[in-house]
T-cell receptor, first 117, second 112 residues
Framework: GAVVSQHPSRVICKSGTSVKIECRSL??????MFWYRQFPKQSLMLMAT?????????EQGVEKDKFLINHASLTLSTLTVTSAHPEDSSFYIC?????????????FGDGTRLSIL | QKEVEQDPGPLSVPEGAIVSLNCTYS??????FMWYRQYSRKGPELLMY????GNKEDGRFTAQVDKSSKYISLFIRDSQPSDSATYLC????????????FGEGTQLTVNP
């Protein structure tokens, strides 16, 4: 089946550090990838939609200068949390959609647990 | 009112039981329906994907969609302890790259 790889799986760092998370589609090409944030015992909250070769579309309330998204190729999108603070600690998950096939669903990575001290 | 309603549970059943998980939605524009399973500290895993009313079966899992009632279900037969996870329903309006609207997720525990 479709595989989405997300790296790293766990990050612990000091306040003020910038953290980059990678999302790769391993066996398909994805023109669109999505970045979510998930708090404990809650559902996924969409942060932004990442489009290959163009700017990301951010959801209302998500700071685009804080959460930088780059989708440089059809198999890679990155999310950079800039100058992270403890309130940015969360579980970040990406998903990707196979560009072939009009009815393809989203497939998710295994998430990145970010802890800011 | 939320666009998608899902009972958060928790739901606890004995091994071998039939599990029924349900979501209702309010927007008739939703056309594509998914069920994801999420284990603790992992990303959601796609279980079922349907786009028409009726039943779709895959092994022990059956997805049911009733567009007239705006109601979807996931049935798990012969449930196993390994089925213990949070189950998320999700749906979207269009085919290409549109955002998913999720239910809150139902936490399921299957007891051996």
């Amino acid at each position: 089946g479709a595989v989405v790889s997300q790296h790293p799986s766990r990050v612990i760092c000091k306040s003020g550090t910038s953290v980059k998370i990678e999302c790769r589609s391993l066996d398909f090409q994805a023109t669109t990838m999505f970045w979510y944030r998930q708090f404990p015992k809650q559902s996924l909250m969409l942060m932004a939609t990442s489009n290959e070769g163009s700017k990301a579309t951010y959801e209302q309330g998500v700071e685009k200068d804080k959460f930088l998204i780059n989708h440089a190729s059809l198999t890679l999108s990155t999310l950079t949390v800039t100058s992270a603070h403890p309130e940015d600690s969360s579980f970040y998950i990406c998903s990707a959609r196979d560009r072939r096939g009009q009815l393809a669903p989203q497939h998710f990575g295994d998430g990145t647990r970010l802890s800011i001290l | 009112q939320k666009e998608v309603e899902q009972d958060p549970g928790p739901l606890s059943v004995p091994e071998g039981a039939i599990v029924s998980l349900n979501c209702t939605y309010s927007n008739s524009a939703f056309q594509y329906f998914m069920w994801y399973r999420q284990y603790s500290r992992k990303g959601p895993e796609l279980l079922m994907y349907t786009y028409s009313s009726g039943n779709k079966e895959d092994g022990r899992f059956t997805a049911q969609v009733d567009k007239s009632s705006k109601y979807i279900s996931l049935f798990i037969r012969d449930s196993q302890p390994s089925d213990s996870a949070t189950y998320l329903c999700a749906m979207n309006r269009e085919t290409s790259g549109s955002r998913l609207t999720f239910g809150e997720g139902t936490q399921l525990t299957v007891n051996p």
